[in-house]
Protein backbone atom coordinates (compact mmCIF):
# COMPACT_ATOMS: atom_id res chain seq x y z
CA UNK A 1 0.00 0.00 0.00
CA UNK A 2 1.11 3.53 -0.71
CA UNK A 3 -0.30 6.66 1.53
CA UNK A 4 -0.54 9.75 -0.07
CA UNK A 5 -1.46 12.89 0.94
CA UNK A 6 -4.46 13.56 -0.20
CA UNK A 7 -5.43 10.05 0.87
CA UNK A 8 -4.29 11.32 4.48
CA UNK A 9 -6.27 14.48 4.12
CA UNK A 10 -9.43 12.21 3.02
CA UNK A 11 -9.17 10.11 5.84
CA UNK A 12 -9.12 12.52 8.67
CA UNK A 13 -11.84 14.15 7.10
CA UNK A 14 -13.98 10.96 7.63
CA UNK A 15 -12.43 10.41 10.68
CA UNK A 16 -13.91 13.87 11.83
CA UNK A 17 -17.35 13.19 10.43
CA UNK A 18 -17.85 9.89 12.87
CA UNK A 19 -16.31 11.82 15.84
CA UNK A 20 -18.82 14.33 15.70
CA UNK A 21 -18.61 18.41 17.06
CA UNK A 22 -18.78 18.09 20.74
CA UNK A 23 -16.02 15.57 21.41
CA UNK A 24 -13.93 17.74 18.63
CA UNK A 25 -14.88 20.97 20.79
CA UNK A 26 -14.06 19.20 24.16
CA UNK A 27 -10.65 18.17 22.64
CA UNK A 28 -9.78 21.26 21.60
CA UNK A 29 -10.94 23.03 24.57
CA UNK A 30 -8.46 20.73 26.71
CA UNK A 31 -5.80 21.17 24.20
CA UNK A 32 -6.03 25.09 24.63
CA UNK A 33 -6.32 24.91 28.69
CA UNK A 34 -2.93 22.86 28.90
CA UNK A 35 -1.44 25.27 26.02
CA UNK A 36 -2.31 28.20 28.40
CA UNK A 37 -1.05 26.49 31.45
CA UNK A 38 2.54 25.35 29.56
CA UNK A 39 2.94 29.07 28.15
CA UNK A 40 2.44 30.14 32.01
CA UNK A 41 5.41 27.49 33.22
CA UNK A 42 3.48 25.55 35.18
CA UNK A 43 2.02 22.25 33.22
CA UNK A 44 0.46 19.77 34.96
CA UNK A 45 -2.69 17.58 35.02
CA UNK A 46 -5.76 17.77 37.05
CA UNK A 47 -7.31 14.64 38.37
CA UNK A 48 -10.32 15.86 36.64
CA UNK A 49 -8.38 15.95 33.34
CA UNK A 50 -6.38 12.42 33.53
CA UNK A 51 -10.18 10.72 34.43
CA UNK A 52 -11.32 12.73 31.17
CA UNK A 53 -8.30 11.79 29.15
CA UNK A 54 -8.25 8.11 30.00
CA UNK A 55 -11.57 8.28 29.25
CA UNK A 56 -10.91 9.96 26.13
CA UNK A 57 -8.82 6.81 25.04
CA UNK A 58 -10.88 4.11 26.50
CA UNK A 59 -13.66 4.22 28.88
CA UNK A 60 -13.39 0.77 30.37
CA UNK A 61 -9.86 2.41 32.44
CA UNK A 62 -11.82 4.71 34.63
CA UNK A 63 -11.70 2.51 37.86
CA UNK A 64 -8.02 2.26 37.67
CA UNK A 65 -7.48 5.97 36.93
CA UNK A 66 -9.98 6.66 39.44
CA UNK A 67 -6.93 5.30 42.00
CA UNK A 68 -5.18 8.27 41.25
CA UNK A 69 -5.00 11.28 44.08
CA UNK A 70 -4.96 14.81 43.35
CA UNK A 71 -1.72 15.59 44.64
CA UNK A 72 -0.37 12.18 42.42
CA UNK A 73 -1.61 13.38 39.21
CA UNK A 74 -0.16 16.73 39.69
CA UNK A 75 3.00 15.99 40.91
CA UNK A 76 4.19 13.22 38.09
CA UNK A 77 2.44 14.93 35.68
CA UNK A 78 4.29 17.80 36.44
CA UNK A 79 7.62 16.40 36.62
CA UNK A 80 6.77 14.41 33.22
CA UNK A 81 6.07 17.83 31.84
CA UNK A 82 9.03 19.27 32.85
CA UNK A 83 11.86 16.78 31.94
CA UNK A 84 13.76 16.61 29.15
CA UNK A 85 14.55 13.20 28.84
CA UNK A 86 11.82 11.51 26.75
CA UNK A 87 12.24 8.07 27.77
CA UNK A 88 11.71 9.01 31.43
CA UNK A 89 8.97 11.76 30.50
CA UNK A 90 6.97 8.22 29.69
CA UNK A 91 7.70 5.95 32.95
CA UNK A 92 7.03 9.04 34.90
CA UNK A 93 3.30 9.06 33.32
CA UNK A 94 3.53 5.12 33.43
CA UNK A 95 3.74 5.66 37.02
CA UNK A 96 -0.41 6.62 37.28
CA UNK A 97 -2.29 4.07 38.23
CA UNK A 98 -4.57 2.79 34.68
CA UNK A 99 -1.84 4.43 32.83
CA UNK A 100 -0.15 2.37 30.11
CA UNK A 101 1.52 3.27 27.48
CA UNK A 102 -2.08 4.45 25.07
CA UNK A 103 -3.18 6.79 27.77
CA UNK A 104 0.46 8.20 28.75
CA UNK A 105 0.74 9.02 24.49
CA UNK A 106 -2.58 10.65 25.13
CA UNK A 107 -1.22 12.78 27.88
CA UNK A 108 1.34 14.16 25.68
CA UNK A 109 -0.23 14.27 22.68
CA UNK A 110 -2.63 16.89 24.70
CA UNK A 111 0.12 18.73 25.97
CA UNK A 112 1.51 19.19 22.63
CA UNK A 113 -0.34 17.90 19.87
CA UNK A 114 2.71 19.15 17.43
CA UNK A 115 5.27 16.70 19.18
CA UNK A 116 3.53 13.46 19.76
CA UNK A 117 1.23 11.40 18.16
CA UNK A 118 -1.28 8.83 20.15
CA UNK A 119 0.08 5.24 20.54
CA UNK A 120 -3.02 2.54 18.97
CA UNK A 121 -3.03 -0.57 17.85
CA UNK A 122 -5.09 0.76 14.45
CA UNK A 123 -2.00 3.10 13.90
CA UNK A 124 0.18 0.33 14.00
CA UNK A 125 -2.45 -1.96 11.80
CA UNK A 126 -2.17 0.71 9.07
CA UNK A 127 1.79 0.95 9.51
CA UNK A 128 2.23 -2.53 9.06
CA UNK A 129 0.05 -2.48 5.91
CA UNK A 130 1.41 0.49 4.51
CA UNK A 131 5.00 -2.01 4.89
CA UNK A 132 6.71 -0.42 7.66
CA UNK A 133 8.59 -3.58 9.15
CA UNK A 134 9.60 -1.88 12.20
CA UNK A 135 8.03 -3.49 15.60
CA UNK A 136 6.56 -0.77 18.26
CA UNK A 137 6.19 -2.15 21.33
CA UNK A 138 4.88 -0.64 24.65
CA UNK A 139 8.08 0.25 26.02
CA UNK A 140 9.87 4.02 26.41
CA UNK A 141 12.36 2.43 23.19
CA UNK A 142 9.43 1.20 21.61
CA UNK A 143 7.66 4.83 22.15
CA UNK A 144 10.42 6.94 20.85
CA UNK A 145 10.50 4.71 17.83
CA UNK A 146 6.97 5.22 17.24
CA UNK A 147 7.04 9.18 17.35
CA UNK A 148 10.14 9.13 14.70
CA UNK A 149 8.22 7.14 12.40
CA UNK A 150 4.93 9.22 12.53
CA UNK A 151 6.74 12.52 12.44
CA UNK A 152 9.30 11.80 9.56
CA UNK A 153 5.81 10.52 7.83
CA UNK A 154 3.80 13.53 8.74
CA UNK A 155 6.87 16.06 7.80
CA UNK A 156 6.87 13.96 4.26
CA UNK A 157 3.18 14.37 3.66
CA UNK A 158 3.02 17.83 4.53
CA UNK A 159 0.39 17.35 7.29
CA UNK A 160 0.07 17.48 11.16
CA UNK A 161 0.86 14.98 13.46
CA UNK A 162 -2.98 14.32 14.48
CA UNK A 163 -4.39 14.54 10.97
CA UNK A 164 -1.99 11.96 9.99
CA UNK A 165 -3.09 10.25 13.51
CA UNK A 166 -6.40 10.45 12.21
CA UNK A 167 -5.90 9.31 8.92
CA UNK A 168 -4.00 5.90 10.39
CA UNK A 169 -6.23 5.56 12.74
CA UNK A 170 -9.05 5.14 10.80
CA UNK A 171 -6.96 3.12 7.85
CA UNK A 172 -6.05 0.64 10.93
CA UNK A 173 -9.51 0.28 12.21
CA UNK A 174 -10.31 -2.13 9.24
CA UNK A 175 -13.81 -2.70 7.25
CA UNK A 176 -13.96 -1.07 3.66
CA UNK A 177 -14.82 2.34 4.73
CA UNK A 178 -11.67 3.75 5.48
CA UNK A 179 -9.92 2.69 2.13
CA UNK A 180 -12.77 3.50 0.09
CA UNK A 181 -14.55 7.21 1.39
CA UNK A 182 -16.22 7.49 -1.95
CA UNK A 183 -17.12 5.25 -4.45
CA UNK A 184 -14.53 4.84 -7.15
CA UNK A 185 -12.25 6.67 -5.16
CA UNK A 186 -9.13 4.65 -3.43
CA UNK A 187 -7.68 6.46 -0.56
CA UNK A 188 -5.00 3.79 -0.05
CA UNK A 189 -3.29 2.33 -3.30
CA UNK A 190 -1.27 -0.59 -3.79
CA UNK A 191 2.25 -0.49 -5.34
Do not use: Q
Request: proline fraction near 7%.
Amino acid sequence: MRLTRAAILALARAFDRGTGPPGRARERALKARLRRRAARGSLSLTRRELVWLGEWKTPRIRPLIARNTAGGVRGLTAAAFMTRDEARRLRLLLGLSGVGMPVASVILHFAAPARYPVYDVRVLTALRRLGVRRRFPPTPAGWLGYVACLRALARRHRVSLRTLDKALWLAGSGGPAPLHPRPGRAILRSR
